[in-house]
């Protein structure tokens, strides 16, 4: 048995290392409760994590002092052993003190190990609490920009209303200018509830346009007619200005422009107390500028960043949840044009919208958009409508009779399915969303009854369906968006089923079926710009591509078909279709 040894004459005698009741204790303190924050997120409390890590600091503190003091024991043991080594147990005690030695090394590796496995563990739970407070600012902001929404619609909701009535009570109002009104509003409001399904991609800086051929001064009526009401409901006036000359036409995504400019028209009569709004339009080698100029109260230069940052306003007093600036400067940049203010406190705010709006080359004919369509050449063809709500069949059975189709209507897959099992439909136009057996259900199982020879349509108020990774693309040749735009359902059930229309004023088609582009050969000044073009195309330079497609029209100034034919297959994002275009012209 080791017994302690006295200490030598002269030499001090150590004092005994007492243990702490609670060395850890004694060293950190209490450790802390959870806080209230880490309680509801569901995850362990930051200090009280902390406290744990500074009582692993301080077990490694005290490893290490005892680890010091076997050593210096085992030195002493040494020492006094060495005077006397006859004694029997001399090499004995020297391998236990070798061996507390080597166990008080292991000790310091453990609780050193320890130690690495609870800052690792910190760094997780740091970086769990960092992603629940990303998830949580990614809520509040699907949140208040459903709060947003509810505002915007109340504008074109507001038109919509007082102009039915309007109509409604026979006052002194063109019937054809307030269904006009009507359906720019109602148009508004489909792409602010797109807007709610393109919140996702909006944040990622990826937004599906749609360009086309739009009436710019009729567009700028519409807008007015839209905006007037509610500024003139505040006491405010509100004026349209256009500087020099406005072109006819222009080509952009009417519904992503109309929307931004809404914003800012909005927010500007929202905030102005007294005096005007203006909408200051300008157009300069193809560079439209929209000046929107309020008499308001102005923005202090500090603030004028800060005005774009998500639930920022510049007078904290302000109603709203400051998320209109944000969402309408990201649509302007992804229309590829920019967004400025300049504002004078006291004075008013000035925001400018800068756009590249090429003309194209063939300018919109004026009655295409009034003519009827009365027919069509060649045999009369059979289309199935299948939709669970009778307003929907009623809707396209009354448009496509007028069209000189012959028309029946179910409403389930199942009764779809025994129609088509008895008669031979040139196309069946199904919904997606029915209950019991599905649109895609019922597509496929008419393709395998029918075969290729039927044409399928999908039809959806949701646009995101025709994205899905599941979708069934073998089983339709088409997909409608809900609520239907008549000429969009002419250009797909045309394109489906080969048609040449005839029109009510000249019962004539106004231009040949869509097909080849081809025509008269390229001038020489073109074959440059269709050169470069190939280039924007191999690297996927959207914004290049789309400025060569206006350098060809205007060196081509004859071969407006492969011009559109190049805007259609840009507005697809369809690449290959535009090299193809490209080597057939």
């Known amino acids: 048995m080791l017994l302690p040894r006295r200490s030598p004459p002269g030499r001090p005698r150590r004092a005994a290392i007492a243990p702490a009741r609670d060395p850890l204790r004694a060293m950190t303190g209490s450790a802390t409760s959870p806080s209230p924050h880490a309680r509801s997120a569901g995850l362990p409390n930051t200090r009280t994590f902390n406290s744990t890590r500074h009582n692993a600091a301080a077990n490694l503190a005290l490893g290490l002092i005892l680890l010091a003091t076997i050593v210096e024991a085992a030195l002493l043991a040494g020492e006094a052993t060495s005077a006397d080594s006859s004694r029997p147990f001399h090499w004995l005690t020297m391998v236990v003190l070798m061996v507390i030695t080597v166990a008080g090394v292991g000790s310091f590796a453990l609780m050193r190990r320890r130690v690495d496995e609870l800052e690792k563990l910190s760094a997780s739970m740091q970086e ?24 915007e619609i109340r504008s074109p909701l507001n038109a919509i209303y007082g102009y039915a009535q309007l109509v409604e009570q026979q006052n002194d109002v063109d019937p054809r200018q307030a269904a006009r009104v009507i359906r720019r509003c109602c148009e508004h409001i489909t792409t602010l509830s797109e807007g709610l399904l393109d919140i996702a991609q909006l944040d990622s800086g990826v937004l599906r346009l749609r360009h086309e051929a739009i009436d710019l001064p009729d567009f700028l009526d519409q807008l007015t007619w839209m905006v007037r009401p509610g500024a003139e409901a505040k006491g405010l006036a509100f004026h349209l200005q256009t500087v020099g000359r406005i072109p006819a036409v222009v080509r952009t995504d009417p519904g992503r422009l109309r929307q931004a400019l809404l914003n800012l028209i909005g927010n500007a009569v929202k905030f102005t107390a007294s005096g005007s709004v203006t909408l200051r339009v300008a157009y300069r080698g193809q560079i439209a500028t929209f000046d929107i100029i309020d008499t308001g109260p102005g923005i202090a230069e500090e603030d004028q960043q800060r005005v774009f940052d998500p639930y920022e306003r510049a007078d904290g007093s302000a109603q709203g ?56 050449e060649g045999d009369r063809r059979r289309i199935l409508v299948v939709d669970d709500e009778a307003e929907q069949r009623d809707l396209l059975q009354h448009y496509l009779t007028a069209c000189d189709f012959h028309v029946t209507t179910a409403a389930s897959g199942a009764e779809a399915l025994a129609l088509c099992a008895e008669c031979a439909f040139d196309l069946v136009m199904l919904d997606i969303s029915m209950p019991g057996m599905t649109g895609w259900e ?9 075969g290729s020879q039927v044409r399928i349509a999908m039809a959806s ?16 040749d088409h997909f409608f968006v809900k609520p239907y735009r008549l000429d969009d359902l002419a250009d797909g059930i045309g394109a489906l089923l080969g048609l040449s229309w005839q029109w009510e004023s000249t019962g004539e088609t106004p231009e040949e079926p869509a097909g080849s582009a081809r025509g008269k050969r390229l001038p020489k000044r073109a074959l440059e710009h269709v050169e470069r073009l190939r280039e924007r195309i191999h690297i996927g330079h959207v914004r290049g591509i789309e400025a060569e497609i206006a350098m060809l029209a205007q060196a081509a100034p004859d071969h407006g078909r492969l011009v559109s034919a190049l805007y259609a297959a840009l507005d697809e994002f369809d690449l290959a279709g535009l090299l193809r275009l490209l080597e057939e012209a």
């Open 461 to 476: 108020a949701n646009a995101q369906e025709f994205h899905r990774p599941e979708t069934d693309k073998a089983s339709h």
């Open 442 to 450: 019922t597509g496929a199982r008419i393709r395998e009854l029918c």
């Open 321 to 376: 949840v400051g998320l209109g600036l944000p969402i309408t400067k990201a649509i302007v940049r992804i229309l590829g044009g920019d967004l400025k203010l300049a504002s004078t406190p006291g004075q008013g705010s000035c925001f400018t919208v800068t756009l590249m709006l090429p003309e194209p080359i063939r300018a919109l004919d004026p009655q295409a958009t009034q003519r009827k369509i009365i027919g069509y």
């Open 128 to 151: 769990a609490l960092r992603a629940k407070d990303a998830a949580e600012a990614a809520n509040m902001v699907k949140q208040r920009y459903l709060a947003t929404v509810s505002h």
